[in-house]
Structure formats: structure tokens, C-alpha cells
């Protein structure tokens, strides 16, 4: 399986379609919109990359997904944000103990995870804002090991919640019981099909039943196993920023590969390459 | 003689000028991308539990105050203690021994650093760039020898300073030098400290201390150094043999200041015209060229008392010199 | 005669009291800005090894090379609140080389062996990657070469290691050789107590 880079959508300026100084996470839509959160502001790209439309968030944003019913969740440092499809504010949860800094958020039936990075965790909230119970802090670490900063996860067509844990160069397999299931991945410097350096993967994203899309640092690139970790294909490298770290990676319905470049500040789609 | 200098202080200042225009003339380097890097990312103790305390990062000090004050206390006892021995004690045998003391503590344990020669930059760096300071030790290290030579000549040349000592033990057979080539390569002293004030007072970037850099002998202090380090030095040891103290006459950038001072000292080596022989023993004696037409010149003398020894008439009341 | 003489005198001491006093007012300035010692520092924020932004370039090792005593002062420090405290450390082993059997790297990146690799917290005796490790470099082995800095330096590691100056190694010479052979002019002159402060997480290049 090989990708080509179809597009670049935003990058560094003052332009409303760009971004000042940072550019933190990317989701997407049932749309095919891309969602994107950076300085203190969400933009919302149509598929062909231009900017539809953007809000300001209270505090920067860390995290973004969009729920079945078009709702916007903002994960920032402390709480999260609801805006509904136009921007406006529905709702905001800030809980002292258990949120910190938001870096992923994703949904599962009638629940929100949210991952919290200070503390380690996901998460788990009934959709009125209610905690059911953390996922992944069961374990002699108490926690995922992620001395990036980031902790980033998400949830598969059965339900499963595959979390990055870069401390332990794998992705995790959970229940939303917090049973630990399995896991892919190892450590290799060398091998492609391994993870290299002190902790990666940064980012994951999972999409049906068989496909993990991760991103890495510290020659970043982003890769795409099946469930059970044999890798398909390394969809990009050398077109990152070499200093890049956190990549939020994204899967539209198309197939299409989103990455978003934390240094240059745009975002980079692929697609799969036809040709063999 | 004043026809020289000024053709030499007027390069000097042409140069001052080229250098001071090419320094302007040098930009900073242009902006670079901001990297953002998120907080707190290392684990906490309380993460890290089971009693995890983290460990402080050693922060060795340097060397304690009290110990530098020592070290300007022992400068002045030293120079003290030369002025004695050379005016009052008139002992050859005695200068020779604080010249050895003097060479071992400043020379080889303290390793020829803090210096009165290299202070000359810091000092006129200081003076010359307001968000430079230096420290009260080196502000003393630089005007105590000069205070002394204000009064009673070049007693910090006499024995006190290891530059000198090192010299000043190897002197073998020191041939007189010719007295216009002495008084021109003189002069290089205040070249030298045109060029070392100049380099000094620049911007960090470019600055340069050259008087620390082209120290002959501070290889032999720390008695070790890169190979072309310790040639220089040792030649200038080898030329030191037959040529008394090259580097002190010729070279000495702070011997320049202490010798304009001298000229003011009323106190120093005196050869009375009433009681002298005229034997001319003293100036043969001398491997400095200090005593000229049978007077001291006394910006020239560097306290090592040989004159004294020499003398026929010497006796410890006083004599002829 | 002898007036000429007295008014030699005179002038004599006219003269060395006005140079007493540019001494006196000189030294008085000199000394009423003095601020205490300073001490020659490595700016992580300026060091190749260690500054963001520097990226495929070679280690320096112009620190550990370019001082003209023959073994120079500089360090790495390693700055544990910063530590990632890794399974597998970037800066303590070379992680493009071999897998062995346990997982690990095969080989270390420390030339002379200077850093000791050793778990902290609630040890997992059955599972070695359960744990966290603190990484601490002897200062004895240590020759400031800047392999492991560069190892450490983001975005591969945290940037927790750092080259410093030790103040009981260092001659605290007027000039530093390596001061005026760093590229980046990364060494500098610091107040006794800033330089002592270990900052480690090199801070951004702007």
C-alpha cells in the first residue's frame, strides 16, 4: 500500500485559514469537514480545503471531535467545550479533579472519553456530564506513560478503545470497563514496523474493524497497521517538519489520511496511491 | 622620541577606527521558527511513587571569597615585603627568595590567574561597557601594583610577579642591550596594550582577550598546554638567558602602566652622585639596563636587588646605591 | 637649582595626587558596580547540542576538544525534574542500533560508559518495561563530549540533559578557548548564582 500527499490545507500567518502559533489537534466529520484546533480558535475546512467556518474557544484548544449529532467538543487545559454546528456554546465541563489537560476526546454509545494528560487517563462520562470510570490508570504505572504530554486514543466500530501508550512503544486495546485487552506494536529503532525513540506513538486513530493510523516523533512519520500490528504501509516521512512532535492524525470517509504538522502549522492530506 | 610615538599612536588609532567600523558593521542573525513545547510533561514523584524523591542536580561552587581575599592580601604582603628587602634590607639573597615563593604560590599553584596583566582588560572593559562589572578582587589586583609604583616603583616586577620570577631564574648571561633599541622595542609595550585595551572593550562576540591568550607562560604553570603553547613560552626562556626579562621589557602591557607610575615614585633605587665610585660595577651588574650614565633609571628597574650585590661599597647602613 | 628641584617636587606631587585620585574615583566606580564573581556558562538555549531547531546537524564536541587544559570542565547534567524517566532512553542508548532479546537497544551511546541506568518508584520485579528509570550521569567519567545531549534534545527526547560548566573543575580562565571556538556562541559570562541554575528543556529558538 503506498500514499501520495494530495493536499496542503492552512499552514503559518495571520490569514483566516491559517494558523499564528500552534496547531494542536484535527478531527473529522460525517462530512468529510475537517475540524482543527489551534491558538485559542477552531476552523472547520470544507473537503476541498478551504475554510468554511471558524470560533474563537475560551482557552486553546488541545483536542476537537465532533459527535453523531454534529456537537463540537473542544478539549482544553481544564475543561471542555460544546459548541453546537454554528459555534455556539452548549455546554462546558470543568471538573478539577479529573480533567487537566484534554488532549483527546472521542465517543462510545451515549459516553464521552475524554483523555486527561496530567493525570494519565481516559476518562469516562455519560453525555450529561456525569463520570462512570477512568480507563487505562488500572495498571503499576497508574496510568499511560506519555512524557510528551499528550495522551490520545480512539474508539474502533465494536466499541474498543485503542489508546497510544508511547512509554511502552505500543496501542492499547481497552474495554470501556477498563479491561485491558491487548496490545500492538514494540520497540525497534530500526525496523519500519517498529516504534523507535524514547516513546512513541505521539497520536492514534482507528478506524472499522481493522486499520490504526499512528503518527511518531523524532523523524516523524505516519504509519498504518492492521488490528492485529503488522504494518501496511508508512503513509509519509520526510514531508514533516523534522521537530515535529504530536501529530493529530485524522481518516475521512474517503480513505483520506489527514496529519497535522505541529511546526508548519498545516495540516497534509494523502491519499492511497492507485497506481502499484 | 615624541616624533615615534605619535606616528605610532596615530596607526594605533587608525586601527582602533577600521576595527570599531567592522564591528558595527556586523548584524545579528535573522529570526528563526518558534518551536512550542508543552508544560510538565516529565513524570511527577507522585506519578513516579513508592517514595520517589527527585534527586537535586549538583551545583559545585567556585573557588570560596575568602580565598581570593587571600590571594589579594599575599599580592600586597608580597609587594611589601620587596620594597623592604630592595630599599631597606638591600638583600640579593632574600629578593631571590621571595622571587621563589612568589613563583611557586602565584605562579604554579595559583597558576599565573588572577593576573595584574590580563585585570588591564577586564578593567578597561568595565570602564567602557556599563552591563560589565568585575569583581572588588580584581579591581584590587589591578590598582594595588600600581599603587606601589606610584610611590616606590616597580615592586610588583620585583619578585611578585610569577611572569617576572620565571624570568627572572633563568637569567644567564644577559648581554646589554643597546639603549635605542631598548627604548624602541619599548615601545611595543604600548602597542600591546593599545591592541589588548582595544579587543577587550568589543561585544562578547568578538571580543578577545589576547593578553590571556599569548601568556608565554601559563603553560608552564599549569604545567600542561597545547604543543605551540609551551614552544612559545619556552623560547621566550631560552631568549630570557641572554636577554633579561624580554617579555617584562618589551612586551608587558601592564609594565607599560607601572612604569608611567614610577616616574612619579619618589622612593626606589638611588645612586647618590656624592658617595658612588663611578666604577660602573652596578650597571654592569644590572641584565635590565635600569642604571644608564651611572643613575638608576627607575621605570626601567625591576626591583631584583643584583645592583646592590654588586656594589663595592655596599654595606646594610648605606653605601653608594 | 634647588627651586628647580622644589618645584620639580611640587609638580611631582601634584601630579601623583591627581593620578591618586583618577585611581581613587576608577576604583570607586569599579567597585560600587561590582556584582560578585563571574563564571563562564553554557546557554542551552544557544548550544548546538541542545538548542530546537538545529536539526541533522553533527554532536559538537568542541567543549570537551578546544580547552586549552587538558581536560575541560563542561559536563552533562542531567536535570531530573525534566526527565522523561524512559524504559528506553534516547540519550543513554543508541536507539538505531539493534534490538537484543529483552527489547532493548544493544548498544549505549555513552563513549566512556558515564551513565548509570537504574529503576525508581514501585519496582516491577517481573516486568522491567513497568518501570521508570532515573538516568544519572558520573560527573567523573563524564568528559562533556555531547553525544547524550544531542541524544536527549528534542523532539527525541525531552532536552532534560544539558552541557554545563563545573565550577570545581573549571580554571575560570579571563579567556575561554571554548567560549571563543563555540559556533553558536552558546558560552558567556554569568553571575555565580544564574550560572549555577540548571535549566535543562532547552527553551525555544525565536
Known amino acids: 500500500m503506498k500514499y501520495k500527499q494530495v493536499q496542503v490545507i ?89 480533567l487537566g489537560r484534554v488532549t483527546a476526546i472521542g465517543f462510545l454509545g451515549s459516553s ?165 | 622620541m615624541k616624533s615615534i610615538k605619535l606616528t605610532w599612536r596615530s596607526v594605533v588609532v587608525l586601527l582602533a577606527l577600521v576595527l570599531l567600523g567592522l564591528t558595527l558593521a556586523s548584524k545579528a542573525p535573522g529570526q528563526a521558527m518558534h518551536y512550542e513545547r508543552p508544560v510538565e510533561t516529565a513524570p511527577q514523584p507522585e506519578a513516579i511513587g513508592g517514595g520517589y524523591v527527585t534527586p537535586e542536580v549538583q551545583k559545585p561552587q567556585p573557588r570560596q571569597y575568602w580565598l581570593q581575599v587571600l590571594d589579594v592580601v599575599l599580592l600586597a604582603a608580597a609587594m611589601g615585603i620587596s620594597v623592604w628587602l630592595v630599599l631597606s634590607q638591600r638583600s640579593r639573597k632574600w629578593v631571590l627568595a621571595l622571587t621563589v615563593a612568589c613563583l611557586a604560590y602565584f605562579g604554579f599553584y595559583r597558576e599565573g590567574c588572577i593576573c595584574p596583566i590580563g585585570s ?115 623560547g621566550f626562556l631560552v631568549l630570557g638567558m641572554f636577554v633579561g626579562r624580554p617579555y617584562c621589557r618589551y612586551l608587558c602591557p601592564y609594565g607599560g602602566l607601572l612604569s608611567w607610575c614610577t616616574r612619579l615614585a619618589k622612593r626606589g633605587v638611588t645612586i647618590t652622585p656624592s658617595t658612588e665610585l663611578d666604577c660602573g660595577l652596578c650597571a654592569e651588574a644590572c641584565p635590565y639596563g635600569a642604571i644608564e650614565k651611572m643613575r638608576a633609571v627607575r621605570k626601567e628597574c625591576f626591583y631584583c636587588a643584583r645592583c646592590y650585590a654588586a656594589c663595592p661599597r655596599e654595606t646594610k647602613s648605606g653605601a653608594a646605591i | 637649582m634647588s627651586e628647580e628641584i622644589t618645584r620639580r617636587d611640587a609638580l611631582g606631587k601634584v601630579v601623583r595626587g591627581t593620578v591618586l585620585l583618577g585611581f581613587a574615583g576608577g576604583a570607586g566606580y569599579l567597585v560600587k558596580k561590582a556584582n560578585g564573581q563571574i563564571v563562564w556558562q553554557v546557554d542551552a538555549a544557544k548550544c548546538v547540542n541542545s538548542r530546537l531547531g538545529e536539526v541533522g546537524a553533527q554532536v559538537c564536541t568542541l567543549c570537551t576538544s578546544e580547552c586549552v587544559v587538558s581536560q575541560s570542565a563542561v559536563r552533562a547534567v542531567n536535570n531530573f525534574s525534566k526527565c522523561g524517566r524512559c524504559y528506553i532512553c534516547p540519550a543513554y542508548y543508541n536507539i538505531k542500533s539493534a534490538v537484543d532479546e529483552k527489547g532493548l537497544p544493544s548498544e549505549k551511546l555513552c563513549p566512556r560508559d558515564a551513565i548509570e541506568r537504574k529503576p525508581i518508584g514501585l519496582i516491577d520485579p517481573e516486568d522491567p518495561a513497568n518501570n521508570f528509570y532515573e538516568y544519572i550521569i558520573d560527573e567523573e567519567k563524564c568528559d562533556g563530549c555531547g553525544i547524550c545531549v544531542k541524544g536527549c534534545k528534542e523532539p527525541l527526547g525531552l532536552g532534560s540533559i544539558v552541557l554545563k560548566v563545573r565550577y570545581n573543575l573549571c580554571v575560570d580562565c579571563n579567556r575561554c578557548a571554548i567560549a571563543s571556538a563555540c559556533p553558536k556562541d552558546a558560552i558567556a559570562q554569568e553571575q555565580v548564582k544564574e550560572a549555577l541554575e540548571i535549566e535543562g528543556a532547552a527553551k525555544p529558538v525565536t
Not at chain 2, 196 to 223: T, Y
Open chain 1, 112 to 276: 464521552v472519553l475524554i483523555g486527561d494528560a496530567n493525570d494519565r487517563a481516559i476518562r469516562r462520562y455519560e453525555t450529561g456530564g456525569k463520570f462512570l470510570n477512568n480507563i487505562g490508570k488500572n495498571n503499576r504505572m497508574q496510568g499511560f506513560l506519555i512524557p510528551n504530554g499528550v495522551l490520545d486514543f480512539s474508539v474502533d466500530a465494536d466499541g474498543i478503545i485503542h489508546a497510544a501508550n508511547p512509554g511502552k512503544h505500543r496501542v492499547e486495546r481497552y474495554t470501556p470497563e477498563d479491561h485491558l485487552l491487548g496490545h500492538i506494536g514494540r520497540f525497534d529503532g530500526l525496523d519500519p514496523s517498529g516504534f523507535s525513540g524514547c516513546c512513541n506513538p505521539t497520536n492514534v486513530t482507528v478506524v472499522g474493524r481493522n486499520r490504526i493510523y499512528v503518527t511518531e516523533k523524532a523523524e516523524p512519520r505516519a504509519k498504518v497497521y492492521d488490528f492485529q500490528g503488522k504494518l501496511l504501509s508508512v503513509i509519509a516521512t520526510v514531508v514533516f517538519d523534522p521537530n515535529c512532535k504530536n501529530m493529530d492524525i485524522a481518516v475521512d470517509t474517503r480513505g483520506r489520511v489527514y496529519v497535522a504538522d505541529t511546526v508548519r502549522l498545516e495540516i497534509l492530506a494523502f491519499e492511497e496511491d492507485a497506481q502499484p
Open chain 1, 10 to 98: 492552512s499552514g503559518k500567518g495571520d490569514a483566516s485559514d491559517r494558523f499564528v502559533q500552534t496547531l494542536r489537534s484535527i478531527a473529522v466529520d460525517g462530512r468529510n469537514r475537517l475540524y482543527a484546533v489551534g491558538d485559542s480558535e477552531l476552523k472547520i475546512f470544507d473537503p476541498d480545503g478551504r475554510v468554511q467556518r471558524r470560533w474563537p474557544t475560551s482557552k486553546p484548544g488541545y483536542a476537537v471531535a465532533v459527535a453523531a449529532d454534529g456537537s463540537v467538543y473542544v478539549g482544553q487545559a481544564g475543561q471542555v467545550e460544546i459548541f453546537d454546528g454554528e459555534g455556539r456554546l452548549a455546554d462546558r465541563w470543568s471538573d478539577a479533579e479529573r
Open chain 2, 120 to 234: 588591564i582588560q577586564n578593567v578597561a572593559l568595565a570602564l567602557a561597557d556599563p552591563g560589565y562589572s568585575i569583581p572588588i578582587v580584581v579591581t584590587a589586583i589591578f590598582f594595588l601594583p600600581l599603587l606601589v609604583a606610584l610611590f616606590f616603583g616597580r615592586a610588583f616586577c620585583g619578585g611578585v610577579c610569577p611572569l617576572g620570577a620565571i624570568q627572572e631564574l633563568v637569567v644567564l648571561k644577559p648581554v646589554q642591550v643597546p639603549r635605542r633599541l631598548d627604548n624602541a622595542l619599548g615601545l611595543l609595550k604600548y602597542v600591546y596594550l593599545a591592541l589588548a585595551i582595544l579587543l577587550a572593550v568589543k561585544p562578547a562576540i568578538s571580543r578577545d582577550f589576547v593578553i590571556c591568550r599569548f601568556d608565554p607562560f601559563v603553560g608552564f604553570f599549569r604545567r600542561e598546554g597545547f604543543a605551540h603553547m609551551m614552544l612559545f613560552g619556552g
